[in-house]
Nanobody
Framework: QVQLVESGGGLVQPGGSLRLSCAAS????????MAWYRQAPGKQRELVAA???????NYADSVKGRFTISRDNAKKTLWLQMNTLEPEDTAVYYC??????????????WGQGTQVTVSS
C-alpha cells in the first residue's frame, strides 16, 4: 500500500514563509512526476507546482518567483518552499505522485492535505 503524507502547514502572516513536506511510503518501486495542488474554499483544486523524476519543474503563474518545488528521490520526499506568502495563498495544499508499486500497479496517489492560512 502506498501513502503520501503532507506536513508543514500552519498559520503565517503575509510576507512570511512556510515549507511543506510530503513523504511517500509503502511498497514503492518508482516515483515519477510529483506535484503540489491547492484548493481554496469555494474554488476548484489547482496545480501549484510540478516536478519530474529528473528535476524539471513548472509553476503556476501566481506563485512563480515565490515558491520552489524540490524532491529527494532517495528519501521519497517532496517539498514546497513558499516565500512572500499572500492571503490569496490560503488553501489546503495536497501533494500527489505518479507511483509504481511492487505489484507493478501504477497510479497517481494523493495525500490527505495540509492547511495553509495566510493572515495577519
Amino acid at each position: 500500500q502506498v501513502q503520501l503524507v503532507e506536513s508543514g502547514g500552519g498559520l503565517v502572516q503575509p510576507g512570511g514563509s512556510l515549507r511543506l513536506s510530503c513523504a511517500a511510503s509503502g511498497n514503492i518501486v518508482s516515483i515519477y512526476g510529483m506535484a503540489w495542488y491547492r484548493q481554496a474554499p469555494g474554488k476548484q483544486r489547482e496545480l501549484v507546482a510540478a516536478i519530474s523524476s529528473g528535476g524539471n519543474t513548472n509553476y503556476a503563474d501566481s506563485v512563480k518567483g515565490r515558491f520552489t518545488i524540490s524532491r529527494d528521490n532517495a528519501k521519497k520526499t517532496l517539498w514546497l518552499q513558499m516565500n512572500t506568502l499572500e492571503p490569496e495563498d490560503t488553501a489546503v495544499y495536497y501533494c500527489n505522485g505518479d507511483i509504481m508499486a511492487t505489484n507493478r500497479a501504477r497510479y497517481v496517489h494523493w495525500g490527505q492535505g495540509t492547511q495553509v492560512t495566510v493572515s495577519s
